[in-house]
């Protein structure tokens, strides 16, 4: 053992017998030896990391460090690493470095890393090494020639600075040849394997090229397909077949309100109601027949149910089952309000006819009884009573056309969702109030209907006007009843009677031989709503118009 390190090892000895450390003068006078060498030795000690220095006020207290040293934790890498300072001068040198390059450790430490062994063999400018110092980074794939081998050496050089504040660089190695070794043979194989293949297989280079075209064409109809699948009007929904769902695209989950992740891994049966649970589970269970289709209802994030359209077809397997059900869903909400438009315009289109050719024909046969009467009397005093009367009848004609132009532009208009509070708003604006206050709290509320529903608002308003015998309010508002809600009218007027609660709807009954109530039931039958009075008699009249769920809808805010 050389002299400085025998030193060293009887001053670590010493320090390890006195863990609370010691002073330099202490380790002189134990040693023994001069206190500048016990100066210089400790201080060795300490920028090898073998001791560490902790000083009060002016005495310095040297003891063993806890720490692993730098030195010895980059020998426990298998990567060759050396440490520079800034001037390139080598400061560590891990053993494998060393082993590596078949030189010892005093053959480079404290030597500019281009005149030591190793320089001759790494193939860097040091210009290159300095500008790492700058803050650059550089990695390279270096390949070394070693005794008449090559290696390749995985190369990464990287900025330091130490404890002291100075600058330095840090050169990482690892050792790729068995790796490049390895690529080398492998490219070998394949080149020769390629070699063998094109002498022996010429024939089959236009089917190999119509392969590649396939594949080609494979790879753009899947990307199509996908861009398909998440762009389509359509809801795709995949499942395994217990019904546990491992795929949906946007549109699917957008119809819904999720995210599609919220919908994966989730049973399609916690989408469906006890009915639609019903009518599904057979289609989950049935793995012989081919697509099927089913009606159902889904029901949204936010609580409402839309109507869809099912195509179940179960997906093939590697083997002779399935491996899963796809589900493409269509929402034909629209397409069922949308017939059921077209049958509420045919019950519009009955109810113009009827009425009206029932009345015109009644008013003009009136009319002319009273002519002829007028014909046979023409030198009587009562003339002017029948001209009158001619010119009442004339009047009811009238009132017939302009009720046949209500009706003129029914079903030529889509449904919609028509907001209640705007329709009553402005029915009111074209009816004669009377000094009667109209109290409105139907905001927020909407039903899939057409502008004919304005006429139900203003009957309501002219009926209680007309026959509440002194109504001075009338107020409109809503409550919802389970899945459905209830439209409330009521009045502070006389309020109906209990033995013609159910006879006021019929047609011409009640003075005037109206057609208010009568009207009002029919165009809400067109709807699917329907209209009861519920008042007490001699509190009010209140008549209660019910609409079915998915007729309406509330909006809030």
């Known amino acids: 053992m050389a002299p400085e390190e025998n030193e060293l090892e009887k001053i670590r000895d010493l320090l390890s017998q006195n863990p609370k450390g010691l002073t330099i003068e202490e380790v002189s006078q134990s040693v023994p030896m001069s206190r500048p060498s016990a100066a210089k030795y400790l201080n060795i000690m300490v920028a090898r990391g073998l001791a560490?220095?902790?000083?009060?006020?002016?005495?310095?207290?040297?003891?063993?460090?806890?720490?692993?040293?730098?030195t010895d934790m980059i020998s426990l890498t298998s990567d060759l690493i050396v440490i520079m300072d800034k001037n390139l001068f080598v400061t560590q040198a891990n053993d494998q470095f060393l082993s590596f390059f078949r030189c010892d450790r005093k053959d480079v430490i404290d030597k500019s890393l281009e005149f030591t062994p190793v320089g001759a063999y790494l193939p860097l400018r040091t210009e290159m090494i300095r500008d790492v110092i700058g803050g650059q980074i550089v990695a390279r794939d270096l390949e070394v020639s070693l005794e008449g081998a090559t290696h390749y050496l995985r190369t990464r050089i990287v900025p330091l600075v130490f404890e002291s504040g100075d600058q330095g660089v840090a050169m990482v190695m690892q050792d790729i040849t068995l790796l490049k070794r390895s690529q080398y043979e492998l490219e070998k194989r394949v080149q020769m394997r390629t070699k063998e293949l094109v002498a022996t297989n010429r024939s089959l280079q236009r089917e190999i090229q119509d392969h590649k075209r396939a594949e080609k064409n494979l790879a753009l109809s899947e990307s199509r397909y996908r861009t398909l699948i998440e762009t389509i009007h359509e809801g795709i929904w995949v499942m395994d077949h217990e019904g546990i769902t491992t795929f949906v695209n946007p549109t699917m989950a957008s119809m819904l309100g999720y995210l599609p992740g919220e919908i994966v891994g989730r049973h399609l049966f916690s989408f469906l109601d006890e009915e639609g649970i019903t009518g599904l589970r057979g289609a989950l269970a049935d793995t012989q027949h081919g697509a099927s289709r089913y009606d159902s209802r889904l029901i949204c994030k936010d609580g409402t149910r839309i109507h869809v359209l099912f195509s179940f077809s179960h997906l093939p397997g590697n083997g002779n089952g399935h491996s899963g059900i796809i589900a493409g869903v269509m929402d034909i909400s629209d397409r069922i309000m949308l017939e059921k438009a077209l049958f509420q315009t045919g019950k519009k289109l009955s109810l113009i006819t009827s009425v009206t050719r029932h009345d015109v024909l009644n008013l003009l046969n009136g009319l002319q009884m009273t002519v002829g009467m007028l014909e046979d009397s023409l030198t009587e005093p009562g003339n002017l009573k029948l001209l009158e009367k001619i010119k009442n009848t004339a009047s009811g004609i009238e009132m017939q056309m302009l009720f046949s132009r209500e009706f003129k532009e029914a079903g030529v208009n889509p449904p919609g969702w028509v907001d209640l509070d705007d329709t009553l708003h402005q029915s009111l604006l074209t009816t004669e109030l009377d000094g009667v206050n109209v109290e409105n709290d139907l905001t927020g509320l909407e039903v899939y209907a057409d502008p004919l529903i304005r006429k139900v608002f203003s009957n309501l308003v002219d009926n209680a006007i007309r026959h509440g015998n002194g109504v001075s309010r009338i107020r409109f508002s809503y409550e919802t009843r389970g899945e459905d809600v209830v439209i409330i009218c009521e009045d502070d007027g006389a309020g109906v009677p209990e033995g013609i609660k159910k006879q006021i709807f019929n047609k011409y009954f009640g003075r005037n031989h109206g057609l208010g109530l009568y009207l009002?039931?029919?165009?809400?039958?067109?709807?699917?709503?329907?209209?009861?009075?519920?008042?007490?008699?001699?509190?009010?009249?209140?008549?209660?118009?019910?609409?079915?769920?998915?007729?309406?809808?509330?909006?809030?805010?």
Request: charged share 25%.
């Open 520 to 557: 009002i039931r029919e165009i809400l039958s067109i709807y699917g709503m329907t209209i009861s009075e519920t008042g007490k008699p001699g509190k009010g009249a209140t008549f209660e118009i019910f609409v079915p769920g998915g007729t309406f809808r509330v909006i809030r805010g």
């Open 52 to 70: 560490e220095m902790r000083q009060y006020g002016r005495a310095k207290v040297f003891s063993l460090c806890e720490r692993v040293s730098f």
